[in-house]
C-alpha cells in the first residue's frame, strides 16, 4: 500500500504540470471542442499503458542480469529526478495570452490518434516511468502487483486529461492556469528532489 500511494503521488504531481500531452489535450478542446478533447485524452491513457509494459519488462531484464546494474540504474535515476526537479523550481509565471478559438475539424479517430502518438513517441515518459518504478517498487514486489499499479496509472491519467478537456473548454480557467499553474510544477519538484534524495540513501 506504501509503494501504491507514493507512486500515484508522484504520477499525480507529474500528469498535472504542464507537458506534451496537456498541449495536445488543450489544443484539440480549443480548437475542435470537448469532445475531440475527450478522446485525445484517453488516447494518451492509452499511450501510458505501452510505456508502462516496456518499463516493467525492461526492470525485469535488468535484474535477472546484473542487481549492480540495477543499483547504477537507480542511482542514475536519482540524477535524472534532480535535473526535472531542479527544471520544475526554474518555472515562471506566464503572461495570460488569448488562444485563438478557430474551429478545427477532428475526427474522433484523429484525436484519439493524436494523443496516442504524442504520448508513445515521447522518450520522457519512459525515463520518467522507469525511474518511478525502480525508486519506488520493491523488487519483490509480484509482477501481477505491478501491472495492477500500471492499471491504475492508466486509468488516472485518462481521467485527469478528460477532466482538462471539459475544464478547459472554458477560456477563465485556460487564463488562470497560465499564470499560476508554475505552482504545480514547483510542488513536482520538491516530491521529486525527496524520491532522489531517498533512492540516495
Not at 499503458?49 to 543499483?71: P, R
Request: glycine share 6%; hydrophobic share 55%.
Amino acid at each position: 500500500m506504501h509503494e501504491f500511494i507514493l507512486l500515484s503521488i508522484a504520477h499525480v504531481i507529474a500528469v498535472a504540470s504542464p507537458g506534451a500531452d496537456f498541449a495536445v489535450v488543450l489544443k484539440n478542446t480549443l480548437q475542435s471542442g470537448k469532445k475531440s478533447g475527450l478522446l485525445t485524452a484517453i488516447g494518451v491513457g492509452c499511450g501510458i499503458s505501452i510505456h508502462l509494459i516496456y518499463t516493467l519488462f525492461g526492470i525485469a531484464l535488468i535484474l535477472s542480469q546484473s542487481e549492480s546494474l540495477f543499483t547504477a540504474v537507480k542511482i542514475i535515476g536519482a540524477f535524472y529526478l534532480l535535473w526535472i526537479a531542479w527544471q520544475a523550481f526554474h518555472s515562471r509565471a506566464k503572461k495570460a495570452s488569448k488562444h485563438s478559438h478557430q474551429s478545427v475539424e477532428l475526427t474522433l479517430f484523429q484525436s484519439f490518434r493524436q494523443g496516442f502518438l504524442t504520448n508513445v513517441f515521447n522518450p520522457k515518459v519512459t525515463i520518467f516511468f522507469m525511474v518511478l518504478f525502480t525508486s519506488i517498487v520493491s523488487q519483490s514486489t509480484p509482477i501481477l502487483i505491478q501491472s495492477l499499479y500500471g492499471l491504475w496509472l492508466v486509468i488516472y491519467t485518462m481521467l485527469w486529461f478528460m477532466f482538462v478537456a471539459w475544464v478547459f473548454s472554458r477560456e477563465q480557467v485556460l487564463v488562470w492556469y497560465e499564470t499560476h499553474g508554475h505552482y504545480i510544477d514547483w510542488g513536482m519538484g520538491v516530491f521529486l528532489s525527496y524520491l532522489a534524495v531517498s533512492l540516495f540513501w
